[in-house]
């Protein structure tokens, strides 16, 4: 059973990947079309026709893109929800709760707003200065209160939403159409330079988080025990949380404001597989790319127009968090 998790933790979101390139309008091209096209790849057969020359395109500039950047957001958000909340030892801690998504969005509507900002690294200044902000506010006597973290968190968070709508407010109108549907959340402007942009610090501070994974293991076991082991709490810490950082802020950067997704899935991910981190992280990845991808084929699918994935995360997520929670509860008072 052990060699077949990992199998699964990769076949399963890849699977759900093609599934996802047959998915959206079909007045266009149809499934079928689609299908040709991807064998024709398969068995290298050249394209002889225009309507598989329309597949073609279709496909590789508009679907595929858009299935990668959802897969690597998934990841991201997922990952980064569930690495924070092994580093603060409490379940509801999330890069929304934090902060980080609110700072990260600042940051990046201030790059769409003054273009000679770049947008990643603005992004990403945004997340770390609120996750900052956050644990300084929380910090007193060398030890943060889990309760004064979540309440800076919401201190904080309304703070960059406050300077968000600042930005919002003197943007000019056609920047501003633009930032609006991008603090939505959404996927539909999924291009291949976003997705070239946000693999590489999305692929490497995952790999990351998943080589400390045994870290965090110690750290929630308590900074003591951590000493006792020879680990620096601190120095450790710090290695978690920036690439955590760096990843949750480089999904908001290409695709906005998506909810619920760093917190829900690592609960889902800890009724599978546990607490033990080990596998508790990458079952978070897999199921974070497997979550968006679905709730982003309903996005594009469930009406004649498309709507923000953004919505679909908190519609979906909003009950399913409440399902678990009420399990917790109920598990607790029993």
């Known amino acids: 059973m052990k060699s077949v998790f990992p199998i699964l933790l990769i076949t399963i979101p890849l699977l759900a990947g093609v599934i996802s390139l047959f998915i959206g309008p079909s007045d266009v091209v149809t499934q079928d079309e689609i299908g040709a096209y991807l064998l024709r ?3 290298q057969t050249p394209v002889d026709d225009e309507q598989a020359l329309m597949a073609e395109a279709i496909v590789r500039d508009v679907r595929l893109p858009r299935v990668l950047l959802a897969m690597l957001v998934g990841i991201a958000l997922s ?7 092994g580093l603060f030892r409490n379940p509801l801690v999330s890069p929304d709760v934090l902060g980080l998504s609110a700072g990260a969005a600042f940051g990046a509507a201030l790059a769409l707003a003054l273009p000679v900002l770049p947008l990643q690294p603005s992004a990403f200044a945004g997340g770390l200065a609120a996750v900052g902000l956050t644990y300084g506010i929380a910090y007193a006597r060398r030890k943060v209160s889990i309760v004064a973290l979540i ?6 968070t309304g703070f960059f939403t406050a300077l968000l709508t600042v ?18 959340g959404n996927l539909h402007t999924a ?6 942009s946000s693999a590489p610090p999305i692929i490497l501070s995952s790999i990351w988080l998943l080589l400390m994974r ?12 951590a000493r006792s082991v020879g680990l620096n709490p601190e120095r450790e810490k710090l290695l978690i949380l920036i690439p955590a950082t760096l990843a949750a802020s ?15 899935l690592p609960h889902l991910a800890r009724l599978i597989a546990g607490a033990d981190n080990r596998r508790l992280l990458p079952l978070t990845a897999s199921l974070g790319a497997v979550f968006l991808l679905i709730v982003d084929d309903f996005s594009r699918s469930i009406a004649a127009f498309e709507l923000p994935v953004g919505i679909f995360t908190v519609l979906v997520g909003a009950p399913l968090f409440i399902v678990l929670l009420r399990r917790k509860i109920m598990g607790m008072s029993a």
């Open 79 to 85: 990952l980064s929800g569930a690495a924070l909340q």
């Open 214 to 225: 045994w870290r965090l293991n110690v750290l929630a076991l308590g900074d003591d025990e």
């Open 167 to 184: 930005v919002q407010f003197f943007a000019d109108p056609f920047r501003l159409q633009t930032i609006v549907q991008w603090t939505m």
């Open 41 to 43: 790849q398969v068995s």
């Open 151 to 156: 309440l800076a968190g919401i201190i904080v």
């Open 250 to 264: 480089s999904a908001v950067a290409v695709a906005g404001i998506i909810a619920m997704v760093g917190l829900v």
């Open 191 to 196: 291009t291949w330079s976003k997705v070239v």
